[in-house]
């Protein structure tokens, strides 16, 4: 085999890997990274998880870059109350977010002193142990921890800080069809579709968090090679997206 076509088979080899990564990506798992904290205690900053792209079929925004090969949705299976799912943040179409989906399409959504009322219902939340975690500036914060169940039975865990900051009131609105209303779980550190991520359509959903595959706490010092292994969250490794 001559130089020529020994760099002919190196290439087809990395054009073969490249597709075979893009056909993976885009129609059956891409893995994301948790960039910020408005899914504690669920997700924590550093994890990395898996999304079955799948799940509710797919959409130009299931395509590297949402090239807009196609309109709509195409195998099609709506998401149900409760899922964690990663969408493309409606006011650009570009940046991904990641919430957990409360309001259904039709469904009427309040928030009262801090208490989720769905189609009229005040959803059913227990106390449990505090949460602690560090804020930006490395000071540790307590946050009261619930188990909220959703109307369907799904439960989770949610933080509040009080049931009296900015986002605990938010007046009843209805939820389009089409479209689905989504909170985080860290109630009152997220942006959702209380703020400025409004209403998300069922076209900018990219898929369902399925399992974490890594984690690890970003507060270690990179620079230390030594401490690279304390950085690792071990008991956090393949653990399932609830």
Same mark, same amino acid.
């Given at each position: 085999?001559?130089?020529?076509?020994?760099?002919?088979?190196?290439?087809?080899?990395?054009?073969?890997?490249?597709?075979?990564?893009?056909?993976?990506?885009?129609?059956?798992?891409?893995?994301?990274?948790?960039?910020?904290?408005?899914?504690?205690?669920?997700?924590?900053?550093?994890?990395?998880?898996? $999304?079955? @792209? #799948?799940?509710?079929?797919?959409?130009?925004?299931?395509?590297?870059?949402? *090239?807009? &090969?196609?309109?709509?949705? /195409?195998?099609?299976?709506?998401?149900?109350?409760?899922?964690?799912? $990663?969408? @493309? #943040?409606?006011?650009?179409?570009?940046?991904?977010?990641?919430?957990?989906? *409360?309001? &259904?399409?039709?469904?009427? /959504?309040?928030?009262?002193?801090?208490?989720?009322?769905?189609?009229?219902?005040?959803?059913?939340?227990?106390?449990?142990?505090?949460?602690?975690?560090?804020?930006?500036?490395?000071?540790?914060?307590?946050?009261?921890?619930?188990?909220?169940?959703?109307?369907?039975?799904?439960?989770?865990?949610?933080?509040?800080?009080?049931?009296?900051?900015?986002?605990?009131?938010?007046?009843?609105?209805?939820?389009?069809?089409?479209?689905?209303?989504?909170?985080?779980?860290?109630?009152?550190?997220?942006?959702?579709?209380?703020?400025?991520?409004?209403?998300?359509?069922?076209?900018?959903?990219?898929?369902?968090?399925?399992?974490?595959?890594?984690?690890?706490?970003?507060?270690?010092?990179?620079?230390?090679?030594?401490?690279?292994?304390?950085?690792?969250?071990?008991?956090?490794?393949?653990?399932?997206?609830?």
């Amino acid at each position: 085999m001559d130089r020529e076509e020994s760099l002919t088979d190196t290439i087809k080899t990395v054009v073969y890997a490249v597709l075979i990564a893009v056909v993976i990506r885009s129609l059956w798992f891409e893995p994301f990274k948790i960039p910020s904290g408005s899914m504690y205690p669920t997700l924590y900053v550093g994890d990395y998880l898996f $999304v079955s @792209k #799948y799940t509710y079929g797919y959409s130009k925004h299931s395509l590297p870059w949402s *090239i807009p &090969l196609f309109e709509g949705r /195409i195998w099609a299976d709506a998401p149900k109350r409760g899922d964690v799912v $990663v969408f @493309k #943040y409606p006011r650009d179409n570009r940046t991904d977010f990641i919430k957990r989906v *409360i309001g &259904l399409p039709g469904d009427k /959504i309040k928030i009262e002193e801090g208490r989720l009322y769905i189609n009229g219902q005040k959803v059913k939340r227990r106390q449990i142990e505090d949460f602690v975690m560090r804020n930006d500036l490395g000071i540790a914060e307590r946050y009261r921890q619930y188990v909220e169940t959703l109307p369907n039975g799904v439960e989770h865990r949610i933080l509040e800080i009080s049931d009296h900051e900015t986002q605990d009131d938010f007046v009843e609105v209805e939820v389009p069809q089409g479209s689905y209303f989504m909170m985080g779980d860290n109630r009152d550190r997220s942006d959702d579709s209380r703020m400025n991520v409004g209403f998300v359509p069922f076209e900018n959903l990219i898929g369902r968090a399925r399992f974490l595959f890594f984690s690890h706490n970003d507060e270690e010092a990179w620079y230390k090679p030594w401490t690279w292994p304390k950085k690792i969250r071990w008991s956090r490794l393949f653990n399932k997206i609830k």
